[in-house]
């Protein structure tokens, strides 16, 4: 309030009356607020106080200091009045602000005017695009474009870390950051993984990204590999045949972020239980990845692809594959959901690892009950989900956790189907659950080991893969009782004859005639020994890769593996000495089978100096099972040999490699 309008509220020109002259005194008091004594008393009358806002006072600018005044009890803010001139300056510039601000905005609202005529107009000669323009795409483009939203991903539950805060609180996980980050070198921010202060620097790894075409809404994308990175993929392919881990690490200390060799080299520490490292060589893998995304390659939207029949694109399924599991192993279900539904995007028609074999138990276990619900309801038409075991049973436990005020017919009605269509999968899962069946179901015949003998191979995999994952949903005490109660009235349905008994028997064996080769990969993947025991005999044989198991047969490859140099003569240079000093090298590989070489010398058979010749000795032959088995011997006794007493650590260590 300025002085002005303050003398006019009191009637009167002294504003302070009882005050003593004023004395000089410090800034600080000057800033300090003024109490004042109760208000003489007048007879001008105020009127109303907001009256005073429409005055001519306004001229007083919003940078002015303020003075808190008591008025009343009340306390008003009085403004020191400034140097009129400039109050008319800044209010004339306000209102050519307002003036511009105006015409601005009228000529904005003409523009959208005339856009939405223009669009009116198209739409008009055109006729409306149903599903956002693809008006002559098929009927599979458009189920992907509504299923686009439903499998958008949320970036933020792609980072372990914050699921794990809730779980074990945020003190903690800062803790340990703070541990592992003391040494911290630069490394850029992704989503997948989090670079470590251990990491070796990435520099040009070779692994590139780039777009294919873009169809129907969708950005078709492909990892390539340069020449540099095809030539350590040989070099892998040879450490791969020469069956020595040793050889896959001594590549990773060349190139650190070599995708292959870390993939197998983590299975490997997986199969000597050291998890911890295994988990850092795939998150390392992972973060190669994205750092050679394409610009245009957004994790979140759900409108990229990669095509797994490219060998080059396998590695980050499989990547994002392990990385799921050991999320999931750590607790972090609600990021593991959000990897199921990358994969699942990535190619959702021929879905290579079999992700809908495991989003409905992550699902379930993040409590996303509608997530999996919307999935069932938006993909059955099309995909058959009912006829999976692990959909048809976790959609009715999802039903059952999202009832409402104890209402569960729906969910009732689901699990009753399912048991009928699948009654292999009560008796496996209560003995998974350690739960002793009520006498008059173990001694029914419906539910009796027959139907799990008589029924497909194929499907009783899926109902060993089912349980053997699944069972700890269905140990909750309200969820085993409400088992309990529907598993009764099936039997009575059994026992009247219902027609649907006996038309999901037709259907449960002439279905599932063989599984397809993404469900023996998700087998091989997710290692679970309820599901890999009954694997079909042809598989038991064929060699299976951790780095791509089970590869596609109609694979497309960018580029061939040169075939291997011929081996040059043996006469002069290859004699058994120094086909012993080679063959102690760790890239030694012994002649293929039949093979045969332009420069060795003929053997005259007919001559009585054939056994003095020296000559090329073949693979089969005695003599080269003897040296074979001589140097093996040699790698054992380098491998063992004890330690002298002065010897240092780092010596051993390089006369070992040296020998290796």
């Given amino acids: 309030m300025s002085s002005r309008a303050f003398r006019k509220l009191h009637g009167t020109d002294d504003l302070f009356p009882d005050l003593p002259p004023e004395e000089e005194s410090s800034d600080d008091e000057a800033e300090n607020a003024v109490s004042l004594p109760p208000p003489v008393e007048t007879k001008t009358d105020a009127g109303n106080l907001f009256d005073l806002l429409q005055e001519d006072g306004n001229d007083v600018s919003e940078e002015e200091p303020e003075t808190e005044i008591k008025v009343n009890g009340t306390k008003e803010k009085e403004k020191t009045e400034a140097p009129q001139g400039g109050a008319k300056k800044k209010k004339k510039k306000k209102k050519k602000k307002q003036k511009q601000g105006g015409s601005g905005g009228n000529k904005d609202e003409k523009q959208e005017e005339d856009i939405d005529a223009t669009i009116k107009e198209v739409n008009e000669l055109l006729g409306p695009l149903p599903n956002g323009g693809l008006q002559g795409s098929s009927k599979q483009d458009n189920v992907g474009l509504e299923t686009k939203a439903l499998l958008t991903v949320e970036h933020r539950f792609l980072n372990p870390e914050n699921e794990m805060k809730k779980i074990f609180g945020a003190q903690v996980i ?91 080299l983590s299975d490997i520490c997986k199969m000597q239980e050291d998890v911890q490292m295994a988990t850092d060589l795939i998150e390392r893998a992972l973060y190669c990845f994205e ?30 594959f392990r990385h799921l599991t050991f999320v999931g192993q750590r607790g972090c279900n609600r990021t593991a959901l959000e990897i199921c539904k990358l994969l699942l995007c990535l190619d959702p028609d021929g879905d290579p690892l079999g992700t809908l074999l495991m989003i409905d138990y992550y699902a379930l276990k993040s409590e996303q009950y509608n997530f999996l619900i919307r999935l069932y309801n938006e993909w059955e038409a099309h995909r058959n989900l009912s006829q999976l075991p692990n959909f048809a049973f976790s959609i009715a436990l999802a039903y059952f956790h999202s009832s409402v005020n104890g209402n569960t017919s729906k969910a009732d009605d689901m699990l009753q189907n399912a048991l009928i269509m699948f009654p292999s999968v009560l008796m496996l899962l209560l003995d998974k659950c350690s739960i002793q069946p009520d006498p008059q179901v173990s001694k029914h015949q419906f539910f009796g080991p027959a139907n799990q003998v008589n029924q497909p191979a194929a499907l009783n995999q899926l109902v060993a893969l089912f349980v053997g994952r699944s069972f700890a949903v269905w140990k909750e005490p309200e969820v085993v009782t409400w088992l309990e109660s529907n598993v009764k009235k099936v039997l009575s349905k059994v026992d009247k004859n219902d027609r649907r008994v006996k038309d999901y028997k037709q259907k449960r064996l002439s279905r599932y005639q063989g599984a397809p080769r993404n469900i023996y990969r998700h087998i091989l993947i997710a290692e679970i020994k309820d599901a890999t025991v009954n694997l079909p005999a042809e598989l038991a044989g064929t060699p299976v890769m951790s780095y791509d198991p089970l590869p596609p047969k109609d694979s497309i490859t960018s580029y061939e593996r040169p075939p291997r140099a011929a081996w040059s003569s043996l006469g002069r240079e290859n004699n058994v000495v120094t086909e012993f000093l080679r063959s102690l090298m760790p890239t030694y590989l012994p002649p293929p089978p039949g093979s045969t070489t332009t420069d060795a010398p003929m053997l005259d058979m007919n001559t009585e100096q054939e056994g003095a010749i020296g000559g090329y000795m073949a693979p089969n032959t005695d003599m080269r099972q003897g040296i074979t088995n001589v140097m093996d011997a040699m790698r054992n006794l380098l491998r063992t040999l004890p330690r002298g007493e002065g010897e240092e650590d780092e010596e051993d260590g390089e006369i070992i490699e040296e020998f290796d």
């Fill in 174 to 264: 800062r803790t340990e950051q703070r541990r592992r980050n003391r040494n911290r070198q630069y490394h850029r921010a992704t989503w997948l993984a989090t670079a470590k202060a251990d990491w070796p620097h990435m520099g040009k790894t070779g692994l590139t990204m780039n777009t294919l075409e873009t169809r129907a809404g969708y950005h078709h994308f492909t990892f390539e590999h340069s020449r540099d990175y095809q030539q350590v993929q040989f070099k892998f392919l040879d450490a791969v045949a020469s069956m020595n881990p040793g050889n896959i690490a001594a590549i990773l200390q060349i190139n650190p972020y070599h995708i292959d060799s870390l993939l197998q």
């Fill in 291 to 320: 750092s050679s995304f394409h610009p245009l390659f957004n994790l979140t939207q759900g409108n990229v692809r990669l095509d797994y029949r490219r060998p080059e694109n396998r590695s980050f399924f499989i990547a994002l």
